[in-house]
């Protein structure tokens, strides 16, 4: 397996996202152009995912037993759009017994912006609703500067500096807040699955088990017991 700069040329790899209304696969084998396939369907991730995988697999040439890794989008997102990729992605890496790299969303909107950009900071955004975004800062060379976060769009518009690029649902947010000078670039309503493949291509071991990266707590919570028994 040849890696150079961090990207591997050679390896087999399936990516999944179903962070948000998206469900979508890339398959990349032995350095052919990936296949990809992308669906925005709102809901419904379950009964569509898998039917997606056997498509994109048998496109590709390639074997389940044949993936070197998979790469999977951890959030922030849907609360049950990311628990079905992350049981997907972590379910197939156990029976096939290769790795799987976690890679956040808004890794994943940078990445496309620097595709657009060039090598530029870039300030990634997601519309996160109730008056909110989701935010993460990331250098010129894609590396995070800081953790995601949530909050208000003015909060994060007083610190956008001069040469940094919005990207995202939530850059038009961002802007209007008060980073109306800023370069918005990528504003696309789901992750690229493209830069999925590309970044699970170059992650590095060794990789944690993915878990959900929930910046806040979800807007339905399930009833207790005590509650669903007073019914």
């Given amino acids: ?3 150079a700069g961090g990207y591997c040329a050679t390896m087999n790899l399936l990516a999944i996202d179903t962070a948000l209304e998206a469900c979508s696969v890339g398959v ?3 350095g052919n152009d ?4 992308s669906e925005t369907i709102g809901r419904g991730h379950a009964e569509r995912l898998f039917g997606m995988i056997e498509s994109a697999m048998a496109e590709a040439g390639l074997a389940y037993a044949d993936l070197d890794r998979i790469a999977v989008t951890v959030g922030p997102g849907s609360f049950t759009g990311l628990r079905v990729g992350i049981a997907a992605a972590r379910g197939l890496a156990l029976v096939i017994g290769c790795p799987v790299v976690g ?3 808004l890794a994943v909107i940078a990445a496309s912006a620097r595709e657009a950009a060039g090598p530029v900071p870039v300030w990634a955004t997601l519309d996160a609703r109730r008056d909110e975004v989701y935010v993460q800062s990331f250098d010129a060379a ?4 800081g953790e995601a976060e949530a909050g208000p769009a003015a909060r994060f518009a007083a610190a956008i500096e001069p040469e940094t690029c919005l990207a995202g649902t939530g ?7 008060g980073a109306a000078e800023a370069r918005i670039v990528a504003v696309a309503p789901t992750p690229d699955i493209g830069a999925l493949v590309r970044l699970g291509l170059a992650a590095m071991p060794p990789f944690d088990a993915p878990r959900p990266l929930y910046v ?6 399930p009833q207790s017991a005590a509650a669903i028994a007073r019914r």
């Avoid at 990936?34 to 396939?37: A, D, K, R």
């Avoid at 850059?171 to 807040?177: D, G, K, N, T, W």
């Avoid at 806040?216 to 919570?221: I, L, M, S, T």
Wanted: net charge positive; proline share 10%; hydrophobic share 60%.
């Fill in 142 to 145: 894609g590396k995070a500067t």
């Fill in 1 to 3: 397996m040849a890696v």
């Fill in 216 to 221: 806040r707590a979800p807007d339905a919570k």
């Fill in 28 to 30: 990349a084998a032995a």
């Fill in 171 to 177: 850059a038009p947010l961002v802007a209007s807040a």
């Fill in 103 to 105: 890679i956040g969303t």
């Fill in 34 to 37: 990936p296949v990809l396939i």
